[in-house]
């Protein structure tokens, strides 16, 4: 079985702090992805990644990097929080790039900027 | 103009209704259509994927695709208070490789 683990599943911040979301996939998967879901939005996608090392934005990348040192591990930075992105984070991985292939999800952070 | 749109409810129905979710789209290089459900405080897990126009049935789901009208739903028959849950449309532009376009999210509830 695909595991997707994130490291918090409830998380409290202040405004303009750095927070780090730290995700880890056991089954050597090449592509990893964050999105952020919010209600009446459905899940927007943040930043992905198709290999160690490599990133391309999304839809939503404002205010987000991410950082992959190795295959197993998808790290999204909020460099200044703001309460804006208050939100459920969810990452998940998928083996292949091409077409079909089963996204698999952490179970989500939830992160309150106050 | 979202490129998916989708009601995000909620729907509520009794045990053992038909359950019919819909959603519609605005680019017609979509090719794969998928339906993801997500329990509350899970992540969303693939429940089924067509490829193309047709339907694909698996067990009490329907999953079905009309790309002339750019619309996509999914039937549930014989609704279970097990199947109380969000309900993810997402689809592939093949261009973007594996990167998913997603839907609102249907909120379902079945009441018993």
């Known amino acids: 079985d695909v595991k997707v683990t994130q490291s918090s599943r409830y998380l409290v911040k202040r405004t303009g702090e750095k927070v780090f979301l730290e995700c880890v996939q056991d089954?050597?998967?090449?592509?990893m992805f964050w999105y952020r879901q919010d209600p009446g939005l459905g899940l927007r996608l943040i930043y992905f990644?198709?290999?160690?090392?490599?990133?391309e934005k999304g839809d939503i990348p404002e205010g987000y990097s991410v950082s992959r040192e190795k295959k197993e591990r998808f790290s999204l930075i909020l460099e200044s929080a703001s309460t804006n992105q208050t939100s459920m984070y969810l990452c998940?991985?998928?083996?292949?790039?091409?077409?079909?292939?089963?996204?698999?999800f952490g179970p989500g952070t939830r992160l309150t900027v106050t | 103009q979202k490129e998916v749109e989708q009601d995000p409810g909620p729907l509520s129905v009794p045990e053992g209704a038909i359950v019919s979710l819909n959603c519609t789209y605005s680019?017609?290089?979509?090719?794969?259509f998928m339906w993801y459900r997500q329990y509350s405080r899970k992540g969303p897990e693939l429940l089924m994927y067509?490829?193309?126009?047709g339907n694909k049935e698996d067990g009490r789901f329907t999953a079905q695709v009309d790309k002339s009208s750019k619309y996509i739903s999914l039937f549930i028959r014989d609704s279970q208070p097990s199947d109380s849950a969000t309900y993810l449309c997402?689809?592939?532009?093949?261009?973007?490789?594996?990167?998913?376009?997603f839907g609102a999210g249907t909120i379902l509830r079945v009441k018993s």
């Open positions: 998940a991985s998928s083996l292949i790039w091409a077409g079909m292939d089963e996204q698999y």
């Open positions: 089954m050597d998967h090449e592509n």
């Open positions: 990644s198709y290999d160690v090392k490599m990133k």
């Open positions: 680019n017609s290089a979509f090719q794969y």
């Open positions: 067509t490829y193309s126009s």
């Open positions: 997402a689809m592939i532009h093949m261009e973007y490789g594996n990167k998913l376009v």
